[in-house]
């Protein structure tokens, strides 16, 4: 059974750090695009940052410089790590994955709880 699971959320104070993790299953073959998105309060869910295969990354303009994804494959996890953080970066993280093998599939971790306070 595929898994991906989120960790590393948390309660920061403005201006401090989190990493967080995501950990695919060793089974998943063919991984290829590793994201973090987040979702607000009565906000939908937004693109934070993602890495590809290659290495290559994009960020959102709200993160950029702040945040800093990285990807182990060996390991089939995808670290965020997100430093100066705002009040407005709190939210659930959600971890996706997405695989080209033998088909295309797309997976979601269950999130983790990033909060910020001011």
């Known amino acids: 059974q595929v898994q991906v699971v989120e960790s590393g959320g948390g309660l920061v104070q403005a201006g401090g750090s989190l990493t967080l993790s995501c950990a695919a299953s060793?089974?998943?073959?063919?991984?290829?695009?590793m994201g973090w998105y987040r979702q607000a309060p009565g906000k939908q869910r937004e693109l934070v940052a993602h890495?590809?295969?290659?290495?290559?990354?994009s960020y959102a303009d709200s993160v950029k410089g702040r945040f800093t994804i990285s990807r182990d494959n060996a390991k089939n996890t995808v670290y965020l790590q997100m430093n100066s953080l705002k009040p407005e970066d709190t939210g659930v993280y959600y971890c996706?994955?997405?695989?080209?093998?033998?088909?295309?599939?797309?997976?979601w971790g269950q999130g983790t709880q990033v909060t910020v306070s001011s």
């Open positions: 996706n994955v997405r695989v080209s093998f033998r088909g295309e599939y797309n997976y």
């Open positions: 890495i590809f295969n290659s290495g290559s990354t």
């Open positions: 060793a089974s998943i073959v063919g991984i290829n695009y």
